[in-house]
DNA sequence: ACAAACATACGAAAAGTTTCGTATGTGCAA
DNA sequence: TTGCACATACGAAACTTTTCGTATGTTTGT
């Protein structure tokens, strides 16, 4: 019985759901790969890993010696819950302040800022 | 010698930043009635602005025999500041993707979207 | 067969965050 | 003046998150 679905990822636990999302399923001398070798003990990527798993974010495939860990919750909706929190946390609620102050931040190019207009236009053409 | 910039607001410091931000310079006792006087005791109020205050995050005008706080950091800057760090943490940098999710998401009103536009057009205006 | 390399499991230290209890001081009203 | 309401200071408990050490088992190359 899965109680629910899973918590938001700490943020450890998301920079490796962002390895798993991007090379796929993993074994965790590939995900310590992804992130620097040095960086982080190859014993602490294989325990965050088994907690995500008691937390359901991943699910595992035993049936190799190297466990295969696989993301279980989606980039898409955990992006959208992280944003959906900051926004409640530091915006009061107000999605387009957030999204203001994003956009006012340098470092958005202007193929970015087109591939938001295009949006825009999407969301209005849907009503 | 105040040594660099404030470090960025944990959960907890956000909900009183927010507090501070909209009534301006306050009492711990006006802090805590405003995030609700029954979820958070008092002393847990008054030690969180201690640390607030050893952090740069707020001053304090001890004239007073209640103390009156002041938030030290701009709204704008530590929204930007967290709005940064979701993008480094959960979209690799790419801040339209950010924006792109937020939009998606329900709950962004059509004078949100005007707002935004406006925005865009302004951006537009500035090259 | 055996050592070296590599894998998992798991307890627990280390670090960070949040909450509160207790000691203590000050102003004020009966 | 005496006691009550209310304020700060501060240590430390309670949690959460992150990191690692150690025990132990399995595969592989010589």
Do not use: C
């Not at 001398?29 to 088994?50: F, M």
């Not at 907690?51 to 190799?64: T, Y």
């Not at 931040?105 to 849907?126: C, G, K, N, Q």
């Amino acid at each position: 019985m899965p109680n629910s679905s899973p918590p938001m990822p700490t943020p450890a636990e998301l920079e490796l759901l962002r390895v798993l999302w991007e090379r796929g399923p993993s074994t965790v001398r590939e995900v310590q790969t992804a992130v620097g070798a040095d960086t982080t003990g190859y014993t602490t990527i294989l325990k965050q890993l088994q907690l995500m798993l008691e937390k359901g974010l991943v699910s595992r495939d035993e049936s190799q010696r190297a466990h295969v860990y696989e993301a279980r919750v989606d980039a898409s909706i955990t992006q959208r819950q992280l944003v959906d929190d900051l926004v409640e946390r530091a915006f009061g609620g107000a999605t387009d302040k957030l999204v203001l102050r994003a956009l006012s931040s340098e470092r958005v190019t202007a193929d970015e800022l087109r591939a938001i207009r295009d949006l825009l236009d999407a969301l209005d053409d849907e009503d």
